[in-house]
């Protein structure tokens, strides 16, 4: 064997080294970001799946600073809702004015302070209800599963709505769930 | 001697080869790399992607055209920019079924309640609750899109809304409104 096939054969090997460090290099990165992506995917549709929520109460009342809808929000799913997700929670209220037949939506915007900071339509945690949620044995700001949250929604004086009137609420929650239900505006 | 020489001289000239043989090996296995990365990326980003459209209205806007509100979860983790010349939303499609069967895609316009010199309707995009305070469409955050139409009404009936992120997620939705006057706020 001379000289020159030992080189040859070390510069084979070497290559073969190197080739075999990238491809695998390339298929490891592209596994991480398959998991990651499988696993933030999964993350994603667990939220989803794993919370929910029902409405067990809803009051809606026409007073002198425009109409209130008062709701308690029963946490059925297995996943708690921390209060900094709050604002990441949809509330939509439509209804339509006995009186002029109109029908309006309004999104409300959360309102940390207690309604109303926004032009048409507020919602906050109802400050009166202590403790909020509720029970609260451990856990006290959060909204644990089986446990109620009790919300104010506030529409501006400027939005008329009439005692009578017909009215329909969709709570969306922050992984996309949502719950719904009917009431009637009383005086 | 001679034979020492010509031997030398194809050893050099055989690891010159090699050598030259090595480095374009290699280059095209790093573009190959590259290239798969890059499909990793994107495919991540859609995965990653997910959008919930949670509810739309009926609305009239203040040039007489009716319009349609409706409202978009990110329930992904993918951000997007939705202001800005460098905005996602300028390649968002949407598209509105009508009870009539027809069907039109809107253009994105950046002109809040308006649709500039298009003639052919668009939708604004205002993003409402901007929790982070980034002014980027993130996780949980929900945006409006106010659709434009050219009809001065709508029709009662059922539609369908389609929206198409510039990543290629899509969701939709099966609404229907009746006949009464309806607005949004």
């Known amino acids: 064997m001379g000289f020159d096939t030992i080189i040859a054969g070390i510069y084979f090997v070497a290559v073969l080294i190197v080739s075999g460090y990238v491809i695998t290099d390339t298929v490891n990165r592209m596994s991480d970001m398959s998991y990651e992506s499988v696993l933030t995917a999964a993350t994603m549709q667990l939220n989803k799946i794993g919370s929910s929520a029902s409405i067990t109460k809803i009051d809606a009342r026409v007073g002198n600073e425009g109409g209130v809808v008062y709701v308690n929000l029963l946490n059925t799913g297995q996943l708690k809702i921390s209060s900094a ?76 709505v009439m005692p009578g009137s017909a009215g329909y609420l969709k709570v969306v929650l922050p992984g996309g769930s949502s719950t719904a239900g009917n009431f009637t505006f009383t005086g | 001697m001679q034979v020492v020489i010509s031997t030398a001289i194809l050893l050099i000239a055989t690891i010159i080869a090699a050598s030259v043989f090595t480095a374009a090996a290699l280059s095209e296995l790093y573009t190959f790399q590259n290239s798969f990365q890059q499909i990793g990326s994107k495919a991540q980003a859609y995965y990653e992607s997910s959008i919930t459209i949670i509810g739309e209205a009926q609305a009239s806007s203040s040039s007489g055209m009716a319009e349609i509100d409706v409202w978009v979860k990110n329930t992904g983790t993918t951000s997007f920019t939705i202001t800005g010349t460098a905005s996602d939303s300028q390649y968002w499609d949407v598209f509105i079924t009508f009870p009539d069967g027809t069907y039109t895609r809107f253009p994105y316009s950046s002109t809040a309640g308006s649709c500039g010199s298009n003639q052919n309707g668009c939708f604004n995009v205002a993003l409402l609750n901007d929790i982070t305070g980034t002014g980027k469409w993130e996780t949980g955050e929900t945006v409006q899109l106010t659709i434009i139409t050219t009809s001065s009404s709508l029709s009662s009936g059922a539609y369908q809304v389609s929206l198409s992120l510039s990543n290629g997620v899509t969701a939709q939705d099966n609404f229907s409104f009746s006949s009464t006057t309806t607005t949004t706020g």
């Open chain 1, 85 to 160: 997700d709050f604002p990441k929670m949809d509330i939509l209220l439509t209804y339509t004015d006995s009186d002029t037949g109109i029908t309006q939506t309004h999104w409300c915007y959360y309102s940390s302070d207690g309604p109303l900071q926004n032009p048409s339509c507020d919602w906050a945690k109802n400050s009166t209800i202590s403790p909020n949620p509720s029970p609260s044995l451990v856990d006290p700001l959060n909204w644990d599963p089986s446990t109620t949250l009790s919300i104010t929604i506030q529409l501006a004086q400027s939005q008329y």
